[in-house]
């Protein structure tokens, strides 16, 4: 099951690619995708509480599910 | 004492401020600066095998030292 959260402060390639590795690194094996227009990250494989910890760790902002 | 570090794949401020956070999260009170042009991080307060770790869980690619 996935879930979608709006994370703040993602601007570019590399900001997706930071806040994927930062849950891989958490929760190795979980599934994201990132839509950096939507300031929207659909995760598969990690509970909020994990993502919340990978994002606030790579400084960006978690705004909770959208 | 700071050390400079050859760091790829940032390219925007949310880069920057993401391999800080990332650092920083690994070693509170590191002081760090980030060069985007020159793909140059300086650190204070932490040494080498702590900034690699951090920055390759960030996502970006660590190169050693300068």
Same mark, same amino acid.
């Given at each position: ?11 570019? *390639?590399?900001?997706?690619?930071? =806040?994927?590795? @930062? ?5 190795? /094996?979980?599934?994201?995708? +990132? ?9 598969? *494989?990690?509970?909020?509480?994990? =993502?919340?910890? @990978? ?5 960006? /902002?978690?705004?909770?599910? +959208?």
């Amino acid at each position: 099951m996935s879930a979608t959260y709006r994370v703040t402060g993602m601007s570019c *390639g590399g900001c997706s690619k930071s =806040v994927t590795s @930062a849950i891989q690194e958490i929760t190795p /094996g979980a599934k994201v995708e +990132v839509n950096l227009e939507a300031k929207a990250v659909t995760v598969e *494989g990690a509970d909020e509480a994990q =993502v919340r910890q @990978a994002v606030d760790a790579a400084g960006f /902002g978690f705004e909770g599910r +959208v």
